[in-house]
T-cell receptor, first 115, second 114 residues
Framework: AQTVTQSQPEMSVQEAETVTLSCTYD???????LFWYKQPPSRQMILVIRQEAYKQQNATENRFSVNFQKAAKSFSLKISDSQLGDTAMYFC????????????FGQGTRLTINP | EAGVAQSPRYKIIEKRQSVAFWCNPI?????LYWYQQILGQGPKLLIQFQNNGVVDDSQLPKDRFSAERLKGVDSTLKIQPAKLEDSAVYLC????????????FGSGTRLTVV
């Protein structure tokens, strides 16, 4: 069974700082996708960034980038120039390409950006 | 395009009562998912539909939870009878086929059982 672990329940940084959220996962699959989702108080899950496991290049989306270490099964999210609107719960998630395609989430990290 | 619609947004019921949640996925999305998110935890998949057939309901407590997706479009999730531990946010999501571009989530229904 696949598992996703986020070891930081809460993080807090000042506006404009850079922050890195950690995520590790466990799987025997070789092909899969990894995601970071943002969940603001509105509760809707918003896709932040996606990484295909077969791609060595780390994904980037504007201020958001990942550090994907396949051998270590690590997938961290870096937020640069953090903004007040980045305050939210962040979830790391995994889905295999083959077999039972269900999105498995970590426990989440509550990120607070302080003015 | 319109997003995934869910209703109601909030629901408070007493234990042993029944409750139903409704979800309207994005038009054309064949796959629909119901997730349960207990406070402080990540979402957990309850049931996955492909069109109107069930693909995975291994984590659905079938003694009290039921779900259907008539005509492969809207879906309802029912709890009967509710327990205190069912208090959670119930999220609906949809995707094209078997995951091509990702999931789109609704805003969820927050259920409180007292």
């Amino acid at each position: 069974a696949q598992t996703v672990t986020q070891s930081q329940p809460e993080m807090s940084v000042q506006e404009a700082e850079t922050v890195t959220l950690s995520c590790t996962y466990d799987t025997s699959e070789s092909n899969y996708y990894l995601f970071w989702y943002k969940q603001p108080p509105s509760r809707q899950m918003i896709l932040v960034i996606r990484q295909e496991a077969y791609k060595q290049q780390n994904a980037t989306e504007n201020r958001f980038s990942v550090n994907f270490q396949k051998a270590a099964k690590s997938f961290s999210l870096k937020i640069s120039d953090s903004q007040l609107g980045d305050t939210a719960m962040y979830f790391c998630a995994f889905i295999p390409i083959q077999g039972a395609q269900k999105l498995v989430f970590g426990q989440g990290t509550r990120l607070t950006i302080n003015p | 395009e319109a997003g995934v619609a869910q209703s109601p947004r909030y629901k408070i019921i007493e234990k042993r009562q029944s409750v139903a949640f409704w979800c309207n996925p994005i038009s054309g999305h064949a796959t629909l998912y119901w997730y349960q998110q207990i406070l402080g935890q990540g979402p957990k998949l309850l049931i996955q539909f492909q069109n109107n057939g069930v693909v995975d309901d291994s984590q659905l407590p079938k003694d009290r939870f039921s779900a259907e997706r008539l005509k492969g479009v809207d879906s309802t999730l029912k709890i009967q009878p509710a327990k205190l531990e069912d208090s959670a946010v119930y999220l609906c999501a949809s995707s094209e086929g078997q995951f091509l571009g990702g999931y789109t989530f609704g805003s969820g229904t927050r259920l409180t059982v007292v």
